[in-house]
């Protein structure tokens, strides 16, 4: 009976430490300059995710200027979560 609830609670733990990974890793705030305020800022491959098309179809918007995006020195490309709404 103990050992049941030690392994619980272990698994418990686990599941929330990495949902907190995933949260910090993707999520972001920047100001958008199209939006003219701040928004929610996602990696293409998220992107992707959330409008349920591949990593091509959000490049391919991307390129037609259908899509929110900033692009700073050093860091990755990341889109305006709005943008794909
Ligand atoms: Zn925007």
């Not at 705030?29 to 800022?41: N, Q, T, V």
């Not at 991307?62 to 899509?67: A, N, R, V």
Request: glycine fraction near 4%.
């Amino acid at each position: 009976m103990k050992r049941i609830t030690s392994r619980t609670t272990e698994i418990t733990i686990e599941r929330r430490r990495s949902l907190v990974t995933r949260r910090t890793t993707k999520r972001r705030l920047s100001y958008c300059p199209i939006c003219a305020r701040e928004g929610e800022f996602v990696t293409p491959e998220e992107a992707a995710a959330r409008a349920s098309v591949t990593l091509r179809t959000i490049y391919r918007w991307l390129e037609d200027g259908k899509l929110h995006f900033i692009e700073q020195p050093g860091s990755e490309l990341v889109i305006c979560s709005e943008s794909l709404a």
